[in-house]
């Protein structure tokens, strides 16, 4: 059975990012995770969230070192790191519990916040083909139902590894029914025919190869990468930009670039 998100444990997480000192600045929740127009916490301020918390649910100082400054990122950057955290929960759980504490820290600030916006933040524009691989790649691996699917003949192994698997897919919720039966009707085919799943997983490596393969010859089409190499190494790190005058800028350019030509020559 899949764990149950535990709503206080995700929600004292989520403060050790979003409500710090929030006992002193009701609108730290905005200001951290909610909208830049809050305007910046004090840098002198305390974690004051974290008194009397288990550390095991909240995020250290080592770990909030990592955490970005802009508010929304710093939104989706906590949700990621504490569903990790905290076994069962997901982004929706995130949005459900904390979008209204962000709103009434919002409101606290003199700020009416966007939470369609705010929620937006959390959840990365991904279609369902994506999910679907990500998660088949997942379900696959060697520790979970193997490449053959060997591991989850029976249903209940293969709903534990699915509910696993799908815990990591961010943003694909909404897809998950569809793609447990799919990946469900694709373990029975692999069950009857496990050559078939071998045939179309060399198939598509050699696919990806080809298409590798393809963008490199594209790249050696007429010295095309090499000269898109030296003309980002100008404008990006030459203080004279290559310009006619400042030929020797050019010829360091072209050195640092020249192991496209290397490569090229390889392909051909």
Known sequence: MAATCSR?????????ACAINISSNPAARCQYCGTASAG???????????????????????ELKSAPSDPGQRYAW???ECIKKISGCTANDVSEVYDSLIEQSCKAAGIT?????LSANLKQTVSKTSCSDQIQSCLVADNK??????????DASFNSFFASCSVEATGCDEYLSDIRTDLRSSRDNAI??????????AKAYQNARAQKLSSAESSCTNDAG????????????????????YESERVMAETLCRFYKTACQLIE
């Open 192 to 201: 009857v025919n496990a050559q078939t799943l071998i045939d179309n997983v």
């Open 113 to 117: 916040a966007e939470m369609t916006s």
């Open 40 to 62: 910046s916490p004090s840098s002198s301020a305390m974690r004051s969230v974290s008194l009397g918390v288990s550390s095991k649910y909240i995020l250290s100082e080592k």
């Open 78 to 80: 906590a949700t990621a």
């Open 145 to 154: 139902c193997g490449a053959n699917f060997s591991g989850c003949k029976e």
């Open 8 to 16: 206080i444990n995700l929600t004292q997480c989520l403060d050790s």
């Open 226 to 245: 090499f000269n898109a190499c030296v003309q980002t190494v100008c404008a990006q790190h030459m203080k004279n930009k290559c310009d006619s005058d």
